[in-house]
């Protein structure tokens, strides 16, 4: 189910069955509320169901879009930021070998220690972890393997838009028909408590409806 | 049924005795205002059912307009009188770098899907020039059914358009995008329908449904257009109400008028 079936329903929903486009909400706000509610209702699966989501609600990240960054033996790729539960449960369901068969580590110590710990100097393993850089940009960092050219990600991620490769108007919309339900109800519930408030029609400086004695 | 039977038939609605109070003249401004309210009230209900009985000569539809302009369509390229919009779909061609060889089309880093529609164009053989459908794509390399000699591709999407408002802009959220576009109507001086509409972003074509001014005038003089070709014996009948109802508030006779409203409301 692509991202407009869903927007579609919601739009349905409002309007009592009838899909027609004479609504005044915009299909971005509506998208926007559905990203949202998506991260929250997997947020509560990674909870209560012991970090276990299906895997139709993941994207995997295609490195053919990626620019590499090499900064002191640092290999970063660019990766949008994950669905996170709390400090040991986020989106991030693979991150390794190109094939799938081998997992990187990932390294949730800091900086500081890394050079200093004999686990990470002996190892032979590669180490990744995920940072915002000083530009704002939401990296893919991995460590001791700075000719690594790839890596296969897969993730549940924030925004399914930001995942590069992502054609909005055909590819199914990651989330299962479960995750879907919620969404939908979450938002159209949203969406009907916004509905009873008036809009403010008049360009009058003034935030409110129309005023008195009009 | 030709104008001046529809005469006679209005002179029996409204009452026979006037039948000469008018001139051909006044009951042909009459029936033109008639018509033209009886197209906007059938319109503004937005009964899709009724729209296809009652406006059937009236609806063009997916008439396709190639844009030439910088970024909006001139109403008058379309092909018939353009009175109220109905629906409008952007189509956009977005080219594709590629290398063939034996069979493959190969583009590094594509976002080309199975059963993606691709054009080619420029091609020297007229032949190639057509759309094809996208059979497999497999990592940097996709496949349709032509073996390729020269000419560019292009992949077609079609995204069904929004009206766009001026007290909207400000919002993100209002913004055209591709996969959810929009149009604004523009005017003019001395036009009571749009000039042009802007279009954001510019796509390649528009497909639009749009309802055209009535396209056979009433005149109840003359005695060979059929109008019932053109217009359904029904929605005759009702714009005869609707001008029994003009009748009505020229001469200021308010039975004349709750009578058409009643009928109105028979044949609705």
């Known amino acids: 189910m692509i991202l407009k079936a869903i927007v579609d329903e919601i739009k349905a929903d409002i309007q009592a069955g009838v899909t027609i486009d004479d609504s005044r909400l915009d299909d971005a706000y509506i998208a926007a509320k559905v990203h949202a509610a998506r991260a929250i209702v997997i947020e509560n699966y990674l909870r209560t169901r012991i970090n276990f989501v299906s895997e139709a609600c993941t994207q995997t990240l295609d490195f053919r879009f990626l620019e590499k960054d090499l900064d002191a033996e640092v290999v970063s790729f660019d990766c949008p930021s994950v669905i996170t539960a709390d400090i040991s449960s986020d989106g991030f369901v693979y991150v390794g070998r190109i094939d799938g068969m081998k997992p990187f580590k990932r390294n949730r110590l800091g900086y500081f220690t890394l050079g200093q710990h004999s686990y990470y100097k002996n190892s032979n393993n590669i180490f990744w972890d995920f940072s915002v850089n000083a530009q704002g940009y939401e990296k893919l960092n991995f460590y001791k393997n700075k000719r690594l050219e790839g890596a296969r990600v897969k993730a549940m991620f924030n925004n399914p838009l930001d995942v590069p490769?992502?054609?909005?108007?055909?590819?199914?919309?990651?989330?299962?028909?479960?995750?879907?339900?919620?969404?939908?109800?979450?938002?159209?519930?949203?969406?009907?408590?916004?509905?009873?408030?008036?809009?403010?029609?008049?360009?009058?400086?003034?935030?409110?409806?129309?005023?008195?004695?009009? | 049924m030709t104008g001046q039977d529809y005469k006679s038939i209005l002179e029996?609605?409204?009452?026979?005795?006037?039948?000469?109070?008018?001139?051909?003249?006044?009951l042909n401004r009459m029936i033109k205002e008639a018509l033209y309210r009886t197209v906007d009230k059938i319109y503004s209900v937005n009964d899709s059912r009724k729209e296809a009985d009652e406006l059937y000569s009236f609806i063009i539809k997916n008439e396709e307009v190639e844009i030439t302009a910088a970024?909006?369509?001139?109403?008058?390229?379309?092909?018939?009188?353009?009175?109220?919009?109905?629906?409008?779909?952007?189509?956009?061609?977005?080219?594709?770098?590629?290398?063939?060889a034996a069979g493959v089309y190969t583009s590094v880093g594509h976002n080309l899907r199975k059963g993606d529609i691709v054009t080619v164009t420029g091609a020297t053989d007229a032949a190639h020039n057509k759309d094809y459908t996208v059979t497999k794509v497999f990592g940097d390399k996709f496949y349709f059914d032509l073996a390729y000699v020269d000419g560019d591709i292009s992949l077609?999407?079609?995204?069904?358009?929004?009206?766009?408002?001026?007290?909207?802009?400000?919002?993100?959220?209002?913004?055209?995008?591709?996969?959810?576009?929009?149009?604004?109507?523009?005017?003019?001086?001395?036009?009571?329908?749009?000039?042009s509409f802007i279009l954001d972003p510019t796509p390649y074509s528009i497909l639009v449904d749009y309802v055209l001014a009535p396209p056979v005038t009433i005149d109840v003089a003359d005695t060979s257009t059929d109008l019932e070709k053109t217009y359904s014996y029904k929605f005759l009948m009702r714009v005869a109400d609707e001008v029994v109802m003009v009748v009505g508030e020229s001469t200021r006779d308010t039975t004349e008028m709750q009578i058409a409203a009643r009928s109105v409301i028979d044949n609705p």
């Not at chain 1, 995750?179 to 009058?204: A, N």
């Not at chain 2, 952007?90 to 594709?96: A, E, K, L, N, S």
């Open chain 2, 71 to 100: 970024d909006r369509v001139n109403v008058d390229e379309l092909s018939e009188t353009y009175y109220h919009l109905l629906r409008m779909a952007f189509t956009f061609r977005t080219p594709i770098t590629f290398t063939y």
């Open chain 2, 12 to 26: 029996n609605k409204y009452d026979k005795a006037y039948s000469s109070y008018f001139s051909d003249t006044q």
């Open chain 2, 156 to 195: 077609v999407q079609t995204s069904e358009a929004s009206p766009k408002s001026s007290d909207n802009k400000k919002s993100i959220f209002h913004a055209g995008t591709v996969n959810s576009p929009k149009y604004e109507a523009t005017y003019d001086v001395g036009y009571f329908t749009p000039k």
């Open chain 1, 165 to 214: 490769g992502f054609r909005v108007d055909v590819d199914n919309y990651p989330v299962d028909q479960n995750v879907k339900s919620g969404i939908v109800e979450m938002v159209t519930l949203d969406m009907f408590k916004k509905l009873r408030g008036e809009p403010d029609r008049v360009s009058d400086g003034n935030d409110k409806p129309l005023p008195p004695n009009k």
